[in-house]
């Protein structure tokens, strides 16, 4: 699996925004870009995944570059519900495969 | 609520015993994964079964057993447990094939003392 490169922790402040970097400099035409979080003493939870484009929705937007070498998950207005471990993952199109976890981002959200 | 429930949720053993976790996944689910995440490894796979078979293994240890049912729950057995198998142990489910995304559990909290 292509490796994903973040930095061990970020801070923001509560209803700034956020932007969560990852590198994937191996990354190949068939890996989807997935960001999963997950908070204190829960399971992972999806957050978004994208290919080439930029994507958004409820959570957050994902925005990668146009190499694909690099993307960066924004968080529009950080709450402290966000305090989480962010995790970039690569996965290939149309694979059931498992997905492999790194050691993530630790946001830690300010009030 | 993932869809993805996980039983039980805290589950206290001794050395040397034997302890089965269960999971069911998402209506519809065909494929279930299982982590582990101690303080000290991150979530780790440790196996992926579709549709009743095993289509993946991870850092599995010999002692640890899993298997889906037709139902498509799936169990996870861990036994002769060791103090190291401490851990919070996760259950994902995804549609399989094409699905892309995978949904996790709550965990089961497990302590071997």
């Known amino acids: 699996d292509a490796k994903t490169t973040q930095p061990n922790s970020m801070e923001s402040n509560e209803e700034e925004p956020v932007h969560l970097p990852c590198n994937h400099s191996?990354?190949?035409?068939?890996?989807?870009i997935h960001w999963y979080r997950q908070l204190p003493s829960q399971g992972p939870e999806y957050v978004i995944h994208g290919l080439t484009s930029n994507v958004n929705n409820r959570m957050a937007s994902l925005a990668i570059a146009e190499d694909r070498k690099s993307s960066t998950l924004i968080l529009h207005r950080a709450t402290l519900r966000d305090a989480a471990v962010y995790y970039c993952i690569l996965k290939v199109a149309g694979s059931a495969r498992q997905l492999t976890f790194g050691s993530g981002t630790q946001l830690t959200v300010l009030p | 609520d993932s869809g993805v429930t996980q039983t039980p949720k805290h589950l206290i053993t001794a050395t040397g015993q034997r302890v089965t976790l269960r999971c069911s996944p998402r209506s519809g689910d065909l494929s279930v994964y299982w982590y582990q995440q101690s303080l000290d490894q991150g979530l780790q796979f440790l196996i992926h079964y579709y549709n009743g078979e095993e289509r993946a293994k991870g850092n599995i240890l010999e002692r640890f057993s899993a298997q889906q049912f037709p139902d498509l729950h799936s169990e996870l057995n861990l036994s002769s447990l060791e103090l190291g198998d401490s851990a919070l142990y996760f259950c994902?489910?995804?549609?399989?094939?094409?699905?892309?995304?995978?949904?996790f559990g709550e965990g089961s909290w497990l302590t071997v003392v």
């Open positions: 191996t990354i190949s035409g068939t890996d989807y």
């Open positions: 994902a489910s995804s549609e399989g094939g094409a699905g892309n995304t995978i949904y």
